[in-house]
């Protein structure tokens, strides 16, 4: 397999990026260009002669690389994704994990593939990564909710923690509502109360 | 019931497919509309192409440029069912270069283009940098058309995405931009431009969004595509109507569409535009057309003035791109989709493009259709009969 792709990789956070970059270099490609800031983007995408531009597909910078499509020869254009000859679905894939790939000069589905892959499957574990993170996060945060909704209940009515949390479910139940939605309820009243 | 996937990207102008999805009007029609957000049009043009949408809102230029074989889209053909608006664009400067034309005497007057070219060219850096969302809109048209032989070598026009238009502007990458409501809104709201003029003022009757579809799903889903055109219709006259602006507002303003505070759409919406962080108003008459007009006809003529454009840039030849742009507009959908609704349509499916300086009837199936005051602002006409 072509090793010798030029790749440049437009993403603002570093963390994925580095992740991108780092697991096109295990697979042995070694020409990888990481922008971070969009300024001047298609100029510096031409002056690294790129042959593939990967992009997440919610960076509305996507739009600045249409300028290059402008500018070059028609029968050699740039593509965002080649519909015509993409078979196995590769363009879907791709914007559906949440990478846009920008094919520079009209680069074959075979060689694009192992780099579309490599950054899938990367671009997804920063995603997951990510994704915990943000739940370990909130589960932290729900809990010290509960815990200052339940010491509340507790002075309020004289009672302990387990029936302060029963109390909480019950009404979470009746009402349809999350624990926690009732909880931060409870919270917030008593701030504006107090 | 048939579930369709739209694709939209957040600009006020998106509002007749989420007013079709949100009020009713899709459902009428016997569809449930799944609303696709974009980042990015050519991200919008991509999933329409490999079918990850049936149709989307789009720029008008962008299907006739596919047609032209121009810019990075994929090799698939793609057509306008409907207008969705005419115009409801603002051109605007950094605050710098507002404070310059201010000092030269300017008063911001929204109705004198002419008058704004030359105080913005007087005091503008060389080259004057303008932002527009992209090579393919009628913002890019809009602008050059504007600037004309005055702009040829003093203007460098850079793509900047809407939502990065305020911050593009205050980091003194451009010095003016041409961009779709609400983002020329919120370049004021963060002080960092004035706005200087309503893209009415350079062509009244600017064809800004299309619904888009692929030519072949629309050709074999006759009905579907009917539906969908009826919907966005109906949502569109919800629209021109003015007493619905404040409902409008607060459904775009909610996370899922737009996420951006109800009060600022409104003044697209209304036209009651605040164009100075200074707090100085204007008031544009049919700043966006959603559906007076017979705005919604996608009026052959409309695509011919594109693809002639975009043909000269490109120096491709006039005839044949007219031609091929003519076919993407696609009167004929439109028109079958309207049978037996009571909505009227035009006789003819090309007029003279800047003809009209003031409303004035039109041949039509009913009978009772006007259209709006047709005009650029330096009294030129498009024919299409003529090369």
Known sequence: MDKNLSIVVVEPDQDRAREIAEGLTVIGY?????IGDTAKLSSRVVAAQADVVLIDVANPSRDILEELAVVSDPLNRPVALFVDED???????????????????GLSADRLRPVLDTAIARFNMVGRMRTELTQAKRAL????????????LMKARGIDEEAAYALL??????????????????????DLLS | MSVLNVGFVPLLDAAPIIIAAEMGFAAEEGLALNLKPAASWSLVRDMLAFGAVDAAHMLAPVPVASALALGG??????????????NGTVIGVSEPTAMRMRDTGFGFDFADPIGAREALLAVAPKPLRLGVPFPFSMHYELVTYWLGAAGQDAVEIRTVPPSLMADAIANDEIDAFCVGEPWGSLVVEQTAGTLILPGTSIWSQAPEKVLAMRTDWGTENAGSRNALIRASVKAA?????????????EILSASEFLDLPAEVLDRGLSGQLTISSRGENRRVGAFVSFFEGAANFPWRSQAEWIGAQLA?????????????AASVFRSDWYRDAMEGTG???????????????EAIPVASAFGRLSLMPNQFYDCRVFDPDQT
């Not at chain 1, 196995?88 to 520079?104: H, Q």
């Not at chain 1, 909880?183 to 917030?188: G, R, S």
């Not at chain 2, 000269?312 to 091929?324: F, N, S, V």
């Open chain 2, 312 to 324: 000269a840039r490109a120096g491709l030849d006039q005839t044949e791109a007219r031609t091929a």
């Open chain 2, 73 to 86: 889209g994929a090799n698939v053909s793609l057509s306008a069912g409907a207008v969705l608006s005419m």
């Open chain 2, 343 to 357: 909505l009227d349509v035009p006789g003819a499916s090309s007029k003279i493009e800047g003809a009209n300086a």
């Open chain 2, 237 to 249: 006259r919800w629209l021109g109507n003015p007493d619905s602006a404040t409902i409008a507002a």
């Open chain 1, 141 to 152: 945060e729900e809990r010290k909710v509960i815990d200052r909704a339940k010491g509340l």
């Open chain 1, 30 to 34: 070694r020409d990888i260009l990481v």
């Open chain 1, 169 to 190: 479910r019950r009404t979470a139940m009746d009402q349809g509502r999350k624990v926690v939605d009732v909880a931060q309820a409870l919270v917030t009243a008593a």
């Open chain 1, 87 to 105: 078979k196995e679905g590769l363009a879907k894939a791709a914007i559906e994990s949440g990478i846009s790939a920008y094919v520079v000069n």
